[in-house]
Nanobody, 130 residues
Framework: QVQMVESGGGSVQAGGSLRLSCAASAYPFYMHSCMGWFRQAPGKEREGVAGIYTGSGSTYYADSVKGRFTVSKDNAKNTLYLEMNNLKPEDTAMYYC??????????????????????WGPGTQVTVSS
């Protein structure tokens, strides 16, 4: 099981920026697997925001965040990041990082789908005011 803890959430005004971090156990980084960022707003379903395949470093984004969010990783620190710029009130949500339990690129086609991931962090809240 992959242990993960998110940090970096907070409250910002529209147009501002935040960087989320997800400290994880080493498995996803050396086993070449998928990691992702998801978010869930009150009353809405959890949705995929961004994903990265740690084998190649290829990144994937939901249309709603393309050009504003960047997902990256630091293998030496076993940490996943989500840089969020030009934040909008509709980005307000609890943000979760996720990782698959097995290695390989089988996860890439569903990297923005909940069912791909078996391991989740507790989440960090992001609130964007207008």
């Amino acid at each position: 099981q992959v242990q993960m803890v998110e940090s970096g959430g907070g409250s910002v005004q529209a147009g501002g920026s935040l960087r989320l971090s997800c400290a994880a156990s080493a498995y996803p980084f050396y086993m070449h697997s998928c990691m992702g960022w998801f978010r869930q707003a009150p009353g809405k379903e959890r949705e995929g925001v961004a994903g990265i395949y740690t084998g190649s470093g290829s990144t994937y984004y939901a249309d709603s965040v393309k050009g504003r969010f960047t997902v990256s990783k630091d293998n030496a620190k076993n940490t996943l990041y989500l840089e969020m710029n030009n934040l909008k009130p509709e980005d307000t949500a609890m943000y979760y990082c996720a990782a698959t339990s097995t290695g390989g690129n089988w996860c890439v086609p569903g990297i923005l789908q909940l069912r791909t991931f078996a391991n989740w962090g507790p989440g960090t809240q992001v609130t964007v005011s207008s």
